[in-house]
């Protein structure tokens, strides 16, 4: 007979697992506790970000992860998965000066570096006409359509019979007995699988919160927006030289070369990153506050500082911002790129991908269904 699995959370992490879990052959019921999900995969920007993964078992998952999105774009069209690439741009030199040693770094060519003067960068992309030095570009870096992504997936999985979809479902108790493992929902309906993997997310309360209890996770929040439809297309997905900072893979290079961050962008450990949206719009951030208990509020300077990172990249207005969110991941403090609990056998919990977590998903779960086998 075939092993059923349950998936609590529809986020990326929940649905990645549902998928190669029916690919794999098991029956799936994947529970959600909203109707939609809300959470950080449907307000992140969609990228597919290589570029920025350290390098040895970071960047192999990365690595590998990146190869599953393929063949899930290929499939699933409506993800709007595109292989668009990245351009990190260099506004001085010591930001060029990291550029180029990125580009001699011994996996430079696993990660599809290139490195370009400007007018390269503009012959490829002409609505980056602004005043800059150059840029690398990242060819395995991709992207995705959060909007329209769980969705899509869902929506390929229901075609398969032996999947089944339950929202508004929020589990509340856990139990695991010999006939396997059983949750119960608030309302006090239960669902039961030989098999069982909790993606919460950032939710790391409610029945779970005695198995986060000193696990090496933060919650992180950060601020984006959408600007109104840029006439203009803009395949490359872009960064700035601020996010040369964050990103692993630089870690060992010349950063303290580098001239500081304006100080808003220090104060709020911002970098600019955009990608436009199909229907023309750019999503823009990002800002990260670490520091629980959480503002509630959006602040304009921040964006009044991307738009001007924008405009000197583009050298042309920076378009206007039409709508602003904000979201909340989790985040491995520890040196494991995730984090993964077994709780009782065949139940475990899987979180804190953190900023990089649309990225690997595919390949935590390929994880799970190794342990599975
Ligand atoms: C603003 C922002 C931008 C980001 N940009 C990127 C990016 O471009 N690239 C990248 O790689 N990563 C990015 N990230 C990180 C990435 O979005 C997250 O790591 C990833 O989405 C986490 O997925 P998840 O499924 O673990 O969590 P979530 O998306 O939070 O999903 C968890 C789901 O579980 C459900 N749930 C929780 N508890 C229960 C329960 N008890 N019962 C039932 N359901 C439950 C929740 O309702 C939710 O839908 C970004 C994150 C943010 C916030």
Redesign the pocket.
Known sequence: MTSKVLV????????MHAYLALEAGFSVVH????AT?????????????VSGRQSGKELEVALRAREIWGEIGAKVPATGFRANGSLTIARNQAEMQVLEEANSMPDAVERGFTLLTKEETVALEPVLAGDYIGALRCTKDAAAEPKYLLSAMREYLKTNDNYQWVPN????DFTHNESGNHVT?VKGMTLSGDLVVF?????HK???ATYFVDAPLRR?R?Q?AATVSLPKKLGHSVADGDSLRYYPAFKDLSLSALPPQSSIAAENFMQL?LVQRLDGSLTI??THEYVEPFGHELFEDPYDHLRGVISAIFGSSAPAIARRW?????QSTSSDIYFRKTISPGAVV??G?????????PAIAEETMIQWR
């Open positions: 609590v959370g529809g986020g990326i992490i929940g649905t529970c959600e506790r909203d999900p809300q959470s950080a995969s449907m307000r992140n920007f969609g990228l597919i970000w479902f929020e589990v509340a929902d993606c919460p997310g950032a939710f409610g029945f779970l992180v950060l984006m990153l951030g990002d904000d979201g909340i991941y989790s899987v979180t991908g953190g900023g990089r977590g649309n990225t690997i998903s």
